[in-house]
């Protein structure tokens, strides 16, 4: 079975493993889940940083829009549930789209805002990205493998072998990282 995973903000904005979470959930290996105000969060996060410009922000969310056009759980049911999270309040949205959205999983580097006893009772478990990469490399290895190589060969600005994008996405997610790389 197919599972779903909530991405918080935290790892919608770091690119490489933005693009890496959203690759491999392209491959059908997971149904990746989201709210406007987590891509807000992102996107305004993004573009305070200087990482992005507003159309850069933009552009971004309408191509993880466009490609997983089901992944959005609405406000309106985000808000029907979020009185009922005890997790750190600015996050308890998050965990809200979670149980809105059916998800078993919160994709998150925050994980001390997702504790176990205000995510048990919804049987949502918070990973860091490391450990939920890895999840889906030990169950899928080479289905992840071919994922993370088509997007280093899609990468062109600059252009990227798998392992220098491996290199760079083991500053966030390094056991993952080094397990592909001894692929």
Sequence with gaps: MI?????????????????????IAE??????CWSKRILDEATSNLIADGRATEAQAHHMLE????????AAVSAEEVASVEPQM??????????????????QTIVTLDLKHFPRDACEPFAVGPLH??????DLYDRY??????????QAAA??????????????????VPTFAHALLTF
């Design 86 to 103: 005890t997790n750190d309040p600015k996050d308890r949205h998050v965990l809200a789209t979670a149980v809105a959205g059916d998800a």
């Design 3 to 23: 599972s779903s995973a909530v991405l918080d903000a935290s790892v919608i904005y770091p690119l490489p493993l933005r693009d890496t979470l959203l690759c």
């Design 155 to 172: 990468l062109t600005r600059p252009p990227m072998t798998i392992d220098e994008l491996l290199d760079r996405l083991a500053a966030t």
């Design 27 to 32: 491959a059908g290996l997971y149904e990746p």
């Design 141 to 150: 290895p080479q289905a992840t493998y071919d994922a993370v190589e088509r």
């Design 63 to 70: 191509a993880m829009l466009g490609a997983f056009d089901f």
């Design 129 to 134: 990205p490391d450990a939920f990469l890895l």
